[in-house]
């Protein structure tokens, strides 16, 4: 089982990701601060496009970002993140936020490779 005691702080993922495994499982996971790609915007060739889009500079496609996220990815041990076949992968996004740590945790701990 993986215990929200055992990661770190919500400061270090904003510099690092965290790697770790949870050996009952057969389960090896890293956790990581992942900013989504920003969508295209499917409007672009309309004439209206960014008509009453509000004054939020995100709603633009020049200088738009996405907001960050917590990105776990878990596979079956027992092979480090770079010699595992990215086909076994499976990841999971919440907020990036203590509560979106604590929803990874959860999550994590409903997964197995047995």
């Known amino acids: 089982m993986i215990d929200r005691k055992r990661l770190l702080a919500l400061d270090y993922y904003k510099k690092e990701h965290f790697s770790g495994s949870d050996s009952e499982r057969n389960m090896r996971y890293r956790i ?37 996220v917590f990105r776990a990815t878990i596979w079956p041990e027992p092979y480090s993140y770079e010699a595992t076949d990215p086909g076994l992968f499976i990841t999971h996004d919440e907020p990036f936020c203590e509560e979106g740590l604590n929803a990874l945790v959860d999550w994590m701990n409903t997964r197995d490779f047995l």
């Open 32 to 68: 990581e601060r992942y900013v989504p790609p920003v969508p295209e915007d499917t409007a672009e060739g309309d004439g209206d496009a960014g008509v009453d889009a509000g004054s939020n500079s995100k709603s633009s496609a020049a200088g738009a970002s996405s907001e960050p």
